[in-house]
């Protein structure tokens, strides 16, 4: 049940910050920090072993 | 040009993304090829079966709990006996006794169950921060044989997510987070617990169903750590302890202190082992400079030799708990000792339980493996007779 709160968690900032990705028009620096925030909320949800 | 302009932007958006995937899959690539490389272990004269640990905990199947349990039965009844190699992963002396064992071990009386790779989610993961080589060769007779090099705690991938506080079954004592997944506090674990409570509770169903007398769980620790090079005994074991201990410093000349198992700290395999079973616990402990803190960089030949001039040092101000010089701590001495600490259990538990006698021959002991090298004692996988490699 914890497990699946958090995977639930992790899906919803990753749609946080991927919208923030798309919408972001000025700073080439955010783009960036929010592309090394998603990977592990991305690794996460692809449950690469 | 509103359109060129957002174009532009997308494909700009496009290619960092594509940028960093490729960074991720440069990253990621070695991480996911250590996982999931296999090691053969050979079976030797004496393995009579192979089982599972799911065959005890049977929610650790299909999962990267599951690991192999190497059975050697004896041709005359008598005890029983646990060896457990890699609790810890980042120990691999331990897995390299159990090995050792395994492919050399004939048993004359009794039964002998050895898990090489106890915590095997745990050989699958590494440390990063702290710059762990992913894999390391033993020199052998036939050339070098490649390992896995793991991690103390359990995979993330395959335990996930952590506790604020681990609260330990079932005494509700209050570990930190990461002990979680280590599967020296989680003893004695629960069916349905988290996985490496799985593991644990596999291992205690293994001693309860088959009436283990003797469990040992062999670790590493490091050389400014109190508890090192030694046996860790509760008030059951210690008598045999003592004697092994003495046995060894007076026969073999090195030492082996014992240690008493602490009965206020939970989760152990010193303490769970013979509070929730028959059977006698061991953990026994070699130095592993490795280990240490305040050292030069974690490379593959400080892992074998276990020579570090910042220890040297320290050791000259006294500040190590073991003797220390240029010649390091190697993995000879530290398999060698194991093995010959395990074989003393065994000897001094037959002698005071006549009944039920382990006898267990084929077994290089600690002058040997000092002599000739731990790779001298593991087979080529190459030549060994078809059925007769596990891979894991």
Known sequence: MIMIAYYVITAFILCLVGWNFVREKKKPDDLVLYLLVMIPLLLRLLRVK | ????????????????????????????????RHRHHDIPIIKGPGVTTVLRLSDFSPRL????????????????PGGKALIMGNTHANEPEGMLAALVFIENAVVDKGTLYVIPFFNNSGS??????????LYFDVPTDWGSQLFRYGNRDASPLDQWPDPDVYIHYPDRQLLSF?????????????????????????????????????AVDIHGAETMFPVTN???????????????????KAMEGFENHVEPSPAGFRGLSHREIGDYSEAM???????????DQPTGPKTTKFLLDGKDPFLLSLSKKKKLFVPYDETGWPLEKRVGQHLSVTLEIFRQFSKKTMARPIVVRGVPRYADVVKNGVGHYLGDPAK????????N
Request: hydrophobic share 45%; with cysteine; aromatic share 6%.
């Open chain 2, 178 to 214: 990461i002990d979680v997944r280590n599967t020296n506090r989680t003893w004695p674990g629960r069916p349905e617990g988290p996985l490496m409570e799985r593991v644990t509770f596999g291992a205690m169903e293994l001693m309860r169903r088959d009436k283990i007398d003797v």
């Open chain 2, 124 to 133: 699958r993961n590494t440390r990063p921060g702290d710059g762990y080589p």
């Open chain 2, 384 to 391: 060994a007779a078809a059925g007769t490699v596990v891979m």
């Open chain 2, 61 to 76: 199947k299909g999962t990267a709990g599951d690991t192999p349990i190497f059975v050697l039965q004896g041709k005359e």
């Open chain 2, 230 to 248: 030694c046996i860790v005994a509760p008030e059951k074991s210690v008598k045999i302890a003592i004697l092994a201990s003495l046995t060894v």
């Open chain 2, 281 to 291: 616990p061991f953990l026994l402990e070699a130095p592993i400079p490795f280990l």
């Open chain 2, 1 to 32: 040009m509103k359109e060129r302009g957002m174009k532009r932007e997308g494909l700009v958006k496009a290619a960092m993304a594509g940028a960093f995937l490729g960074l991720v899959l440069w990253g990621g690539l070695p991480l996911f």
